[in-house]
């Protein structure tokens, strides 16, 4: 009898190995409808050609060969509706979290596009704000290992809300920039959008800024104060409070070592007449 497919067929037909088909047979899953005893050649139907369609189509869902197998062996259709009806409801929540997993990658994509955005922006004077956030103050004696733990503190309180956004904030003592002095962050925390913030969360309302992108390892972000401090005096505008640093968690290989990319925001006054 040779009417039907042969195994080597329906390989091909179906992107399959033949030892995909042997297996499939060895476990009662699908069997071929036909053996010839003296060549061995295997026999399957077109009516076969669907169910192992189907089978296909369950594994690459998702579905455990044993799993299809107890959906095949099914008694009655009220067990095969219930047994479809719970996989529906596995593949929903899989849905789920890969639309919750494209939406991360989205936003991330957009964090990039703004990075490469800002890669080309230098010294400018720009009206922003009002900016939002949860901040922490840095205790003294305001280094490296007291700032990390303001910061870490602050992702602690940030586990506990429903916020989208997660750009990180460093708020520096105007009075001691004014002075010549290093600049110390005193302030860490996370700046949220105004759509976001369900509490008194301003830090800094509408206004002017000074701004410049630090695009080098963060040990050498003195050099781009300067460099914004001098642009402010022949600008012949003001320090008008403390600036702040915007940046994400993106980890970046510079020259001189790693860093982030940074936006420096020194807030002004431009009445140069007070």
Request: aromatic share 10%.
């Amino acid at each position: 009898m040779k009417n039907g497919y042969k195994i080597g067929e329906v390989a091909k037909m179906f992107n399959i190995s033949n030892k995909t088909l042997l297996h499939y047979e060895q476990i009662e899953l699908l069997k071929p409808y036909y053996i010839d005893k003296e060549s061995g050649y295997r026999y399957y139907s077109f009516l076969q050609m669907a169910e192992l369609a189907f089978i296909i189509s369950l594994k690459n869902s998702g579905f455990t060969l044993k799993e299809i197998k107890k959906y095949t062996e099914s008694q009655t259709a009220e067990a095969s509706i219930a047994f479809l009806d719970e996989k529906s409801s596995e593949i929903d929540i899989k849905i789920k979290e890969l639309e919750k997993t494209k939406k991360l990658l989205l936003e991330k994509k957009k964090e990039f596009q703004e990075i490469a955005y800002s890669l080309d922006k230098d010294l400018s004077i720009e009206v922003d704000g009002p900016f939002f956030g949860i901040v922490k103050e840095v205790p003294p004696p305001y280094g490296e290992p007291e700032i990390i733990k303001a910061y870490n503190e602050v992702l602690k309180s940030f586990e506990t809300l429903d916020y989208n956004s997660k750009k990180c904030l460093g708020i520096i003592d105007g009075k001691s920039l004014e002075r010549g002095e290093a600049h110390s962050i005193k302030k860490v925390g996370i700046l949220i959008s105004e759509k976001e913030n369900g509490k008194n969360n301003l830090l800094f309302k509408r206004r002017e800024f000074a701004t410049l992108i630090h695009k080098d390892s963060y040990e050498n972000i003195t050099k781009s104060y300067e460099k914004l401090l001098d642009f402010i005096q022949k600008s012949r505008f003001k320090i008008d409070g403390d600036p702040i640093e915007i940046s994400n968690e993106k980890i970046f290989q510079f020259e001189d070592g790693v860093g982030w990319i940074v936006k420096i925001m020194i807030p002004v006054n431009s009445d140069i007449g007070t």
